[in-house]
């Protein structure tokens, strides 16, 4: 069965870094895009970032300059470095991987972590 499970999350003041983590386990035979996205309670999930199996990158413009999306293709891991990060960065972080098994070819979500920056 694959699953997407994230680390990293916590409590930041306004102008400090945190950095996300999310491993993906299973049998898994190849991963096309990973991204972040996060959501807060009564809106929307928004796109963070992205990035494709060949480093590719997209951000929301909210984050550019201050948010950094990487990947480990040998182990399956997604990473959010974030910086100088805002009260407005504050939500829910998800996971998202296009994960390629044994049973087909899905989008798979994370159970989120919380990122809470205060002022």
């Known amino acids: 069965q694959v699953q997407l499970v994230e680390s990293g999350g916590g409590l930041v003041q306004a102008g400090g870094s945190l950095r996300l983590s999310c491993a993906a386990s299973?049998?898994?035979?190849?991963?096309?895009?990973m991204g972040w996205y996060r959501q807060v309670p009564g809106k929307q999930r928004e796109l963070v970032a992205t990035v494709t199996r060949g480093g590719s990158t997209n951000y929301a413009d909210s984050v550019k300059g201050r948010f950094t999306i990487a990947r480990d293709n040998a182990d399956y891991t997604v990473y959010l470095q974030m910086k100088s990060l805002k009260p407005e960065d504050t939500a829910i972080y998800y996971c998202?991987?296009?994960?390629?098994?044994?049973?087909?070819?899905?989008?798979?979500w994370g159970q989120g972590t919380q990122v809470t920056v205060s002022s």
């Open positions: 299973g049998i898994i035979f190849s991963i096309n895009t």
């Open positions: 998202n991987a296009n994960i390629r098994s044994s049973i087909g070819q899905y989008d798979y």
